[in-house]
């Protein structure tokens, strides 16, 4: 043990000091999501989500890094990566709507413009409703990794996937502390 210890002194140290700034960094990347979801006023079960993900994000990171300290071949490393990455290429590829949908939820977390309780009008053919116009406005009723939850003005709760939130234009109508815009539109 101790002629181990001797030899890789400096690969230990690395190492070591590799595991504290990973710490550190986990510490911070925790503290800036959750000071920018507070002061957006989001819901914590999106706040925890992104930080998974920046979690898992700094996992891989600091995995390459330990690649790099240890000195690993990297002819060996690289045809086990790329056997993975064929395997899991193959399968992610016919998942590609999931993937985009997780990317779509961390681009909504830091840049999108509505809350849960907004009341939204969302700019698609599919969803047009020339007979019942209270059918196109939805009320958000919760945010997800994945999706969104909308609730219509009938009472209907429709599932709407966050690469369309991206792609689609979507019009604010009332933010949740406005009154409901679906009472003015039932009025009307």
Do not use: C
Not at 51 to 67: M, R
Request: glycine share 6%; hydrophobic share 50%; net charge neutral.
């Amino acid at each position: 043990m101790e002629e181990f210890i001797t030899g890789h002194k400096s690969q230990l140290l690395s190492s070591l000091v590799l595991f504290v700034l990973v710490i550190i960094l986990k510490i911070v990347f925790s503290s800036l999501v959750r000071k920018v979801g507070k002061i957006s006023d989001f819901n914590p079960v999106r706040t925890n989500l992104i930080i998974k993900y920046i979690n898992v994000g700094v996992f891989i990171l600091s995995f390459v890094a330990l690649t790099l300290i240890w000195g690993v071949n990297y002819k060996d490393l690289g045809l086990l990566l790329s056997s993975v990455f064929a395997v899991i290429g193959v399968a992610l590829f016919a998942q590609w709507s999931i993937l985009s949908n997780i990317t779509a939820g961390v681009v909504i977390f830091f840049s999108f413009p509505f809350k849960i309780g907004n009341t939204i009008r969302i700019l698609d053919k599919e969803l047009s409703d020339s007979e019942n116009p209270e059918n196109e406005i939805f009320v958000i009723e919760d945010i997800r990794a994945f999706h969104l939850h909308l609730r219509r003005g009938n009472g209907e709760i429709l599932t709407y996937p966050n690469n369309l939130v991206l792609q689609k234009g979507i019009i604010l109508i009332s933010t949740y502390k406005d009154e409901p815009a679906l009472k003015d539109v039932e009025e009307a």
